[in-house]
């Protein structure tokens, strides 16, 4: 697996499937993880997920019969990318702080 940079959205998407969600929960868990900077409209949210299922990162369920919401999940290779992406993350900002330092001496 190439280790990517993530967009924030996409980035909140598949945390906030650590659980099944439907799309409704995700815009709601991305947007109170984020503080309420990540608001998710539902044609990015279902266009995301759809490649994010193309990938194999995330796994639609099966829905009872009758049911009408999709709920995803995120998948062992979306662990992987997600833990990819925090180590990416964390050495991003352990340069900014070590390189800001510098600035406030």
Known sequence: MDSIALTEAVFYILLSLDKPLHGYGIMQNAEALSGGRVRLAAGTL?????????????????????????EYQLTEEGR???????????ELLENGERIAGEWSK
């Open 46 to 70: 279902y266009g995301a997920l759809g490649t994010l299922v193309e990938r194999r990162w995330i796994k639609e369920l099966k829905v009872s019969e009758g049911g009408r919401k999709r």
């Open 80 to 90: 992987r990318v997600m833990a990819a992406e925090i180590v990416r993350l964390r």
